[in-house]
Nanobody
Framework: QVQVVESGGGLVQPGGSLRLSCAAS????????IGWYRQAPGKQRELVAV???????NYADSVKGRFTISRDNTKKTVYLQMNNLKPEDTAVYYC???????????WGQGTQVTVSS
């Protein structure tokens, strides 16, 4: 059993910052790719940022230069540093853990990020 838990969401003013955390536990083996996704009401879930086991990262164009994804393999934790937040960043943010050798993905429960003045 693998558990993924996000934390760090909340209410922030435009231009503010938040750091989301994604902690994994359980039977975790091998190499993982970890991604942050977000979903606003009535919209499809979209990929925000992804990081490989070797530290290669990719970002959605809408967040490039503002968001930074990082991982601490020892702590089994992935972070999403979000700076200069905009109202359009408002969404539920989800962490996904993807084992490279498996088609099984593990999702967290999501954490709400609301950007409003």
């Amino acid at each position: 059993q693998v558990q993924v838990v996000e934390s760090g969401g909340g209410l922030v003013q435009p231009g503010g910052s938040l750091r989301l955390s994604c902690a994994a536990s359980g039977s975790i083996f091998g190499t993982y790719v970890i991604g942050w996704y977000r979903q606003a009401p009535g919209k499809q879930r979209e990929l925000v940022a992804v990081i490989t086991s070797t530290g290669i990262t990719n970002y959605a164009d809408s967040v490039k230069g503002r968001f930074t994804i990082s991982r601490d393999n020892t702590k089994k934790t992935v972070y999403l540093q979000m700076n200069n937040l905009k109202p359009e960043d408002t969404a539920v943010y989800y962490c996904k853990l993807h084992p490279v050798v498996s088609s099984q993905d593990y999702w967290g429960q999501g954490t709400q990020v609301t950007v409003s003045s």
